[in-house]
C-alpha cells in the first residue's frame, strides 16, 4: 500500500464516527454574499451535496450585500448605514429583491449539477425555498426610520421539519414576509441565528473570509466556549464582529456548537466536521476539552487507548471487567466525546500513600501538555483523598516523572498490599513523589 493509499485509509476510519454522530442531524449553514462572489464556491456546493447525501439535515441560509451594493452602483442609487445596517427605501429594495433572486436561482442550480465528471454525479437532491421566515419591521431608532429594514419575527420550524424530513435541503435568505404581505431585507446572521436556536440545530456553521477567531497575537482558537468568545467580541469589528455575535447569540439560546470556517480554503466544510482538530473556530455550549471523572461509558474508549501500550508491554494488560471495576479511579480527558487520555488512582489509605497507574494520552495529542494536566488532576486527586505521597511503577517513562519532581525509590517503600504483588520479572522503576 502506498503512503498515499495509507493516509486515505487513515483518514477514513477517523472520520468514521463522525459520519456516524452527523447522521440525521440538523445543521444551519450561513453563507454570505461574499463566499457566493467567491471562485470557491463550486467546491462549497459539492461539499453542502455531500453532507446531504450522508443524511445530514440542511438549512442554507445565504446573504447578498456586495450583490445589493453592485445592483445600488448600476442603477445609481445609494443606502445610508446606522451602526452597521443598511436603512432599506423602497428603490433600494429592489436591488435587495433582485439580487436575493438571482442568488436563490445560482444556488438551485449549483445543486442540481449532475455532470459526469463533477462530484455531484448521480446526486439526487431536491432544494425548496419560499415563506418560511416572518419578519417584522424595526422601525425607527434614535430618529432614524428605517423604513424596509427588518428582524426576525418568527421561523416556521414545523414547516422546515417537515421539508427536512423528507430529504430537502431548506434554504433561507435575507428577505422575510410580513403578515400583511410587505417584504423586509433583514441581518443574514440574524436570521441563520433565529433558524439554528428555532429547530434546534446542532451545529450553526459560518462562513468567512479568516480561518477563525484569533487572538491578539494573530493566534487561532482551534476551540473555544462561547462565554470566553463573548469577552473578544469588543475588539472585533466588521464580518468578524456580525458572525462571532451569531454565534455567541446561538450558543446562549441552545444550540451546542457554532462553527466559523474560511470560504476561500477548499474542503473547509469537510475538515471541520470529520477530523479532530477541523479547520476553523469551534464555538461552544461547553468545555468543548475537559479532564473529569470517567463513567462506564468510557470503558470502551479507555481500551482502545491503552491496548496499543499493553502489546508493546508497556502496560500490563487490564481486561474489561478489571477497568469497569475499576473505572471510579479513572481520570480521562474528553475531546468533543473522544477519550484521548486517561490516568488512575489507587489510594491505599492506611499508609497515606498511592498508586498512579495509567497514564496514556493518545499520540496525535501529545502536545499542549495533556500529559502534565492529567498529572496534576491526579495529584490533587491523591490529595483531597488525604494521601501525602503517590507513586509510579515504569518501565518506559522513569525520565519524565523525573523531571515532574519524582525521586527514584525501591519495592522496599512501597506499601505492604502492593510490595506482595509487585512482579520482579518486569523490573518497574519505582519512582515517589511527596505530595
Known sequence: MSEQQQQYVKFFRQSSPYIHAHHGKTFVITLGG???????????????????????RLVLVHGARPQIEERLKSRKLTSNFVNGRRVTDRQCLESVMDA????????????????????????????ISGNFVTARPIGVINGTDFLHTGEVRKVDQEAINQQLDSGYIVLLSCLGHSPTGELFNMEVEEVATN????????????YSSQKGLTDGQGNIFNRIPYLEASQLLKSQDGEMKRLLTSAIKACEAGVDR???I??????????????????????????????????????GGILELIQPLEQKGILRRRS???LEREIKLFRVISLDGMIIG???????????IAE??????HPEYRQDNRGDDLLEAIEEQARQKGMENIFVLTTRTKHWFLERGFNESGPENLPKKKRESYDSGRQSNVLLKAL
Do not use: W
Not at 40 to 56: E, H, M, Q, Y
Not at 100 to 121: D, Q, T, Y
Not at 195 to 206: H, P, T
Not at 342 to 352: E, L, S, T, V, Y
Open 258 to 260: 457554532a462553527q466559523l
Open 100 to 127: 436575493v433572486g438571482n442568488l436563490r436561482a445560482r444556488i438551485e442550480s449549483k445543486l442540481s449539477l449532475g455532470l459526469v465528471n463533477s462530484p455531484m454525479h448521480g446526486a439526487s437532491i431536491r432544494v
Open 262 to 299: 474560511d470560504y476561500r480554503q477548499d474542503g473547509s466544510l469537510l475538515l471541520e466536521l470529520f477530523t479532530r482538530d477541523g479547520s476553523g473556530t469551534l464555538i461552544s455550549r461547553d468545555r468543548y476539552e475537559e479532564i473529569r471523572e470517567a463513567t462506564i461509558d468510557d470503558v
Open 34 to 56: 461574499e463566499a457566493l462572489a467567491h471562485e470557491n464556491l463550486t467546491n462549497i456546493i459539492n461539499d453542502i451535496a455531500l453532507l446531504n447525501s450522508l443524511g445530514v
Open 342 to 352: 486517561c490516568a488512575a488512582i489507587h489510594p491505599f489509605n492506611g499508609d497515606k
Open 195 to 206: 433558524a439554528a436556536v428555532s429547530l434546534k440545530a446542532e451545529k450553526l456553521i459560518l
Open 356 to 361: 498512579l497507574a495509567c497514564l496514556v494520552v
Open 320 to 322: 474489561r471487567k478489571e
